[in-house]
């Protein structure tokens, strides 16, 4: 039923999705940038500005590439915005303990390409495919397949067809041989022309993608989804901004579910994210476990013009690096 019903419903996604109408607006995020720290000559160079060149400079050199907003030290360096970018891999990426890699690709792959790709699924990835009713949907579904294949063959220096993936009780593909996979964890989403894969070792991860579509954003579907807090929030703000508050709320939802493995059983107003644009990604409030708020951390993800992302990741203390496929 669930494999007959996910064609369905990742079209369902699509259209439902897909933007009809592009609103431009500032990014979640969009904040002004830090102030140029002075010249280090300059005897008014306050402490402040020191510690933030200083952060800035670390991150730098280790080739950190942001994905949002961060603090640091906890005190006087906090959610700094610095530019998401992302950038062509080197060839080899490998995956630390102590960071998240987020992969962005095309879903429009050339019919050379989507036949490489589709020579490396498995049987049932392949019947799935087929029961896609229309070939754009079953070749993203191909290409979003293969694609991450690829780079799980990649990390774990496998060819892409020999892996086998097992399934959560609400759908969430794992690698099926935890322990030869170094404990390698993913997640994806994809929407419209775009897929975003999120690989970490030892932390649970959840991503979602949505290309925004500004008549989705509407009252109706905010209070049938978000919860009362996020539907206050939402209407708190300028008409302008709406769409891009809502599709925040949507994504950073959507990734703290898939992060969880629980996709849509887990009710999704038992819960509230930051959404409003210029503000970091952050699990606000639980009506749960109270300790789910230190449990995981947000991130928004800078996916292109039109797209609204985010990634939830177990844990705090982790850097993202994000690369181009
Ligand atoms: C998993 C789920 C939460 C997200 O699905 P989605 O947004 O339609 O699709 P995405 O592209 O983001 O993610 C799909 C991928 O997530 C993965 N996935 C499937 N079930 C999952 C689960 N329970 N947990 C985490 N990941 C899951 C799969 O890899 C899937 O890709 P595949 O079908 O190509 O294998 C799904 O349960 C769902 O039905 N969503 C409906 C959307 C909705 O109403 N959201 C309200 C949010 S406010």
Same mark, same amino acid.
């Given at each position: /039923? ?6 369905? $419903? ?7 999705? &897909? #933007?009809?109408?592009?609103?431009? /607006? ?18 008014? #160079? ?12 670390? =991150? ?9 907003? !961060?603090?640091?030290? +906890?005190?006087? !360096? ?7 970018? %992302? ?15 987020? %992969? ?25 495919? &087929? ?18 294949? $690829?780079?799980? +063959? ?15 009780? =609400? ?7 935890? &322990? +030869? ?20 070792? +030892? ?8 290309? /925004? ?82 449990? %995981? ?22 850097? #993202?690096?994000? %690369?181009?496929?």
């Amino acid at each position: /039923m669930e494999t007959m019903l996910t064609p369905i $419903r990742t079209r369902l996604k699509d259209e439902t999705l &897909a #933007l009809a109408c592009a609103v431009s /607006m500032r990014r979640p995020g969009d904040r002004k940038p830090p102030r140029r720290a002075r010249s280090a000559s300059c005897p008014a #160079l306050t402490f402040s500005t020191t510690v933030r060149s200083i952060a800035l400079v670390r =991150y730098a050199l280790a080739g950190f590439v942001a994905a949002g907003d !961060f603090s640091y030290s +906890g005190t006087l !360096f906090r959610q700094v915005r610095m530019t998401q970018t %992302w950038v062509n891999p080197p060839s080899d990426t490998p995956l630390a303990d102590g960071e998240v890699h987020l %992969w962005r690709a095309s879903l429009v792959q050339t019919p050379d390409a989507l036949r490489r790709l589709r020579s490396t699924l498995a049987p049932d990835e392949s019947e799935k495919a &087929a029961r896609y009713h229309f070939p754009r949907d079953r070749d993203h579904y191909v290409a979003a397949r293969g694609l991450l294949r $690829r780079l799980l +063959g990649h990390y774990l220096a496998q060819p892409p067809q020999s892996l086998r993936f097992s399934y959560g009780a =609400y759908g969430k593909p794992s690698l099926a041989d935890a &322990a +030869g996979a170094q404990d390698l964890r993913f997640n994806l989403s994809h929407s419209h022309e775009l897929v975003i894969y999120a690989f970490a070792r +030892g932390r649970d991860v959840g991503v979602d993608i949505e290309h /925004m579509r500004a008549d989705l954003a509407g009252d109706d579907i905010a209070e049938r989804f978000f919860s009362a807090r996020e539907v206050g929030m939402l209407r708190a703000l300028p008409v302008a901004a709406r769409t891009r508050a809502f599709f925040n709320c949507w994504t950073r939802k959507e990734a703290y579910i898939k992060a969880r493995g629980e996709g849509l059983s887990h009710p999704l107003d038992a819960f509230d994210v930051s959404l409003t644009p210029g503000e970091p990604a952050a699990l606000l409030g639980t009506r749960g476990d109270p300790r789910e708020l230190t449990r %995981w951390s947000l991130h928004a993800l800078d996916a292109g013009e039109d797209y609204a992302a985010a990634v939830a990741v177990q844990g705090t203390g982790h850097a #993202l690096r994000l %690369w181009q496929l």
